[in-house]
């Protein structure tokens, strides 16, 4: 027997899921003799690629780890006390192995399906409510993508808000961070806002001024009191934003208290890693008056059916999917992981232990201070939570090559010096930091009286702006501090949660594909979580290599010459791409270009991402045929050739067909001086068949979380970075602290310069496992897998929209409107799905009354046929309805989902068994997934908004409730 010895494990293969038998068998129910026939009949001959991907040959998940290990090795994990907004953390074991590294937390999708989401809503409602004591304020959302954009946010929100419509000016204290600062002057400059920055003290407010931005304590470590500047702007109308940080309000006074109307920042210090920028969940805070305009998301409390507490997310009207360009802001994808471990932080700790830990800091904050002081160093900021600030003068090299010696970052301007503490820092980290500081002046430790230092620091926050009264009172932060009621908690929340642990999620527009173990390992590798996005260049070597490789394989992937990786989401991506058109208009002379054409079909992020970046949306019609109605397209463009920035449209469709005209289309608009902006949601069937750029698009971004495999993490983090064509790479974002300008680089789209920079790596490790011919199957197989479920269901449910030749793209249209007629809406067919076991496919998105259903290339054959079964069940429970077997009201799809407790209750008054009910199909019994609360009542709930944890009864068990059972009756 002859032994092959150079066999190797090939990932492809354990990402895509369908083996070779499978595929024949698939073929044949699609009618297609193979699957390059198949993918010819799907993707038009013109626009397919000539040549295939050139990217380095695919690497096992073994070969990769080992590989990435030494380019993880050029990064220098220093102490940080950078400070500037990132702070080095101690995340709690039984969170970062329990959430963190956990598919049954990070793969689940937004909680849209509330039935099925439970335990995240429940997470992200501890977050607000954290959030709502810490800061002093009314209501507070689930998270936003990082304190730079949610600044910008609530600058916008004071915007909208204003009562003076002439009022265009916004007071922006110099003492905010400066990449919040660069973010506030992308954000303004298209709607004509002005930026006045200056020293709160010293400015003078005026009727011009309909808002103002402070930080709370201060970008240089400062702790001002704003009591009197609050009042003063509020005398004249202006709103008053104050960027805070969330652990120095442990020890604080809350903005709340002192006249603030919006509260922003970042949830970093709570148990996240740095990660070199993020991800991170920032936090946005109001007063209730204002609940209407927040922007992002909100979780809200209501009942089920059965009249039971339920969450779900509220006020849905405000949002961009329905609001489109008047929508509140352009935010879909946020953090929704990363505030589940922010709030799980204060939920493990309590408000003891947070006390504890922010005192520290602070404590150590002051010994340092004093340490310093007595060695003769002349403290510029007499107030401070835990960032010190000195100017060292001609010290300042000298202390600066001695904390490299120690391997310690400061912060340093000039011969400014700033130290920022954080929970990691030790008395002996601060014993190293005034042994270096002595000696630079020729002095010792024994110059300073330390041990007694130590043993007498007081605080030295002045008395009115000290924290009084408690902290975190509600039950929810009083009941699980030891690790066994953490991780009860934790897991009994993820049970209620459906995650790709479970079943398919069928997500038409969001592809929920494998998030394969290896590419989630190294995110938390202290050589990719503990860097600073600030560190110096020389110590981020690591990173920037992979960020090199990460760029030149996306940019082969689209065509395009580079990309920018900062964006945070795909809707930031759009963002970042229209300013960089704008910018490019502008830089010509041609400022006057600012109509953006979008076809009625697209998604929502769209046409708020265009109206945020100071265009005009002029819609354009679909044919009947679903496709872009190209004589209307051409008409539009014609007639507004003067005025025409771009046109924003994505391939393949919303409808999921590649149309055949997308070349003729780019050429009308480039004819009359447009861009094109291409939505590149939709990858996942272009990627090695076809690109943005050979299609003729200027610009696209990448949601990295849908087709490069990012997890969703219930609604965030996400990355979306966009490509740019040659003439538009000068253009891409810049950085207001780290130098990545392009030339005409326009300022900042995203807090840290490469956005969530941890999390590239996820999609980095896919790209160079896969290879360019595994990137290409996965192609083939989603378009395969698409049309496979297209075969089975369509004499079950009408598809709209094909292409040419009776395909589909990776995704279809279902259409369920027609059941309408004997009532049943497309919501119970979603909602009954939850009793076979799956979460539903998306909902009324881009045509109501449908769903959109996409498999994905990691799903095996076997999983399809569960799916195709469920919705071929669902159908004839429809068909029972009409037919009048089933009655028009009490019937499986209506009272859908089933919780245990109605199956198992003593009564059962439905007209059909509880078999039919919680077990309708054989292989539900396998393994079933509970429901664990009735169809929640979304009415209800925006009637009476409640966004913070109600007093939960459940947690006060008390022994006494518990009665002598009477036996024998
Ligand atoms: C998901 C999606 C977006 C928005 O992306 P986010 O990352 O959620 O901001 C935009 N367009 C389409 C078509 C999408 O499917």
């Known amino acids: 027997m002859s032994i092959n010895i150079n066999y ?431 000696k630079v002046k020729g002095k010792t430790i024994n110059d300073v009286a330390f041990e007694e230092l130590k043993g007498s620091i007081e605080t030295v926050i002045p008395a009115d702006l000290q924290r ?141 991402s265009a109206a945020m970046a100071g265009m005009k949306i002029v819609v354009v019609k679909c044919d009947d045929n679903g496709n872009i109605d190209v004589a209307d397209l051409k008409a539009r463009a014609e007639q507004y050739k003067n005025e025409l920035s771009c046109l924003m449209v994505t391939y393949p469709s919303t409808h999921g067909v590649f149309e055949e005209s997308i070349i003729e289309i780019c050429e009308i608009i480039h004819a009359n001086g447009g861009q094109v902006y291409m939505d590149g949601a939709n990858m996942n069937a272009q990627v090695g068949l076809t690109s943005p750029a050979n299609i003729g698009a200027d610009v696209c971004h990448l949601n990295l979380h849908k087709t490069f495999c990012i997890p969703h993490g219930g609604g965030g983090p996400g990355m979306g970075p966009i490509g740019v064509a040659a003439h538009l790479v000068p253009y891409l974002p810049g950085h207001a602290v780290v130098d990545i300008d392009k030339g005409k680089s326009i300022p900042a789209v995203s807090a840290a310069p490469w956005g969530s920079a941890s999390i590239l790596i996820i999609s980095h490790a896919y790209i160079a496992m896969m290879g360019g011919e595994g990137l290409t199957n996965a192609t083939k197989y989603a378009i395969l897998n698409a049309n496979y479920i297209k075969s089975r269901l369509e004499a079950h449910y009408p598809v709209l929209y094909i292409g040419s030749n009776g395909r589909c793209a990776h995704e279809m249209i279902l259409d369920c409107r027609s059941f309408k007629n004997f009532g049943v809406e497309v919501t119970d067919i979603a909602k009954r799905l939850m009793d076979y076991g799956f979460h539903a496919p998306t909902v009324s998105f881009p045509v109501a009354g449908t769903v959109m259903v996409e498999p994905t290339e990691s799903e095996p054959k076997h999983e399809l046929d569960r799916f195709c079964d469920a919705m071929i069940a669902i159908r004839y429970e429809i068909d029972s309805v009409e037919k009048g077997i089933s009655d028009k009201t009490d019937n499986p799809l209506k009272n859908a989902p089933h919780t245990a407790a109605v199956i198992t209750a003593n009564e059962w008054e439905h007209s059909y068994t509880r078999q039919k009910a919680a077990f309708p199909l054989p292989y539900v019994a396998q393994y079933k997934f509970w429901p664990s609360v009735g169809r929640v009542n979304d009415t209800y709930g925006d009637r009476t908004l409640i966004c913070s944890c109600p007093p939960l009864t459940d947690y006060e068990f008390e022994e006494s409730e518990v009665t002598t059972p009477e036996y024998g009756t």
Request: glycine share 6%.
């Open 468 to 608: 009084t009264g408690e902290i975190l009172t509600h039950a929810i932060f009083n009941s699980h501090h030891s690790e066994h009621e953490m991780l009860r908690y934790i897991k009994s929340l993820e049970a209620k949660d459906l995650s790709l642990c479970h079943s398919m999620i069928a997500l038409g527009s969001c592809t929920m594909k494998l998030n394969a173990t290896t590419e989630m390992v190294p995110v938390t590798w202290a050589e990719f979580s503990k860097m600073h996005p600030f560190a110096p260049t020389d110590q981020v070597g690591g990173y920037m290599q992979i960020f090199s490789e990460l760029n030149d394989w996306l940019s082969e992937i689209t065509g395009f010459a580079a990309m920018s990786l900062q964006p945070n989401a795909g809707a930031q991506g759009e963002y970042a791409g229209l300013m960089v058109i704008r910018a490019y208009h502008n830089d010509r002379g041609d400022s006057h270009r600012n109509i953006a054409l979008i076809p009625s079909s697209a998604h929502g992020t769209n046409p708020a």
């Open 8 to 438: 190797q494990e090939k990932f492809q293969a354990r990402h895509i899921a369908t083996n070779e038998a499978d595929t024949a068998k698939m073929l044949k129910t699609v009618k297609a003799e193979s699957l390059d026939q198949l993918i010819e009949q799907t993707v038009p001959a013109k626009i397919r690629l000539k040549q295939p991907l050139n990217l380095p040959a695919a690497k096992s998940e073994f070969d990769y780890l080992n590989t990435l290990k030494q380019t993880a090795s050029k990064n220098k994990v220093f102490k940080s006390y950078i400070g500037q907004g990132y702070y080095d953390v101690i995340v709690p074991g039984v969170i970062q192995r329990n959430i963190l590294e956990n598919p049954g937390w990070y793969t689940q999708y937004t909680p849209y399906q509330a039935e099925i989401a439970q335990g995240r809503l429940q997470a992200l409602l501890n977050f607000q409510t954290m959030v709502i004591d810490l800061t002093g304020m009314e209501i507070a959302n689930a998270s936003l993508l990082d304190e730079g954009t949610a600044a910008a946010e609530a600058m916008f929100m004071q915007y909208s808000l204003r009562k003076n419509t002439a009022a265009n000016i916004f007071f922006v204290s110099e003492d905010v961070f400066p990449q919040t600062i660069d973010i506030l002057k992308t954000r303004s400059e298209p709607y004509g806002i002005q930026l006045q920055i200056g020293d709160y003290r010293t400015a003078e407010l005026n009727d011009q001024m309909f808002g103002a931005i402070v930080q709370y304590p201060a970008g240089d470590g400062n702790v001002y009191n704003y009591t009197d500047f609050a009042a003063a702007a509020h005398q004249k109308n202006i709103k008053l934003t104050v960027v805070a940080d969330l652990m120095s309000l442990v020890l604080l006074t809350p903005p709340g208290q002192w006249g603030a109307d919006i509260v922003v920042g970042t949830s970093q210090r709570f148990g996240i890693p740095m990660g070199f920028g993020g991800p991170h969940a920032a936090f946005f805070a109001t007063k209730e008056e204002y609940k209407r305009s927040i922007p992002g998301r909100i979780i809200g409390v209501t009942i089920d059916s059965a009249g039971n507490y339920a969450l779900r997310m509220a006020l849905q009207t405000r949002e961009q999917h329905i609001r489109r360009d008047k929508a509140t802001s352009n935010i879909c994808t946020a953090q929704a992981l990363l505030a589940i471990m922010a709030g799980m932080y204060a939920v493990y700790h309590g408000p003891q232990g947070i006390k504890l830990i922010a005192e520290r800091i602070h404590g150590l904050s002051v010994l340092l201070a004093e340490s310093l002081k007595q060695l003769g160093y002349e403290q510029l900021n007499d107030t401070y939570f835990d960032t010190l600030k000195f100017d060292l003068g001609v010290l300042a090299n000298p202390v600066h090559s001695e904390a490299l010696n120690n391997e310690m970052n400061l912060h340093y301007k000039g011969s400014v010096v700033t130290i920022s503490l954080d929970e990691t820092t030790s008395p002996q980290d601060i014993e190293t930091i005034v042994r270096f500081f002595a």
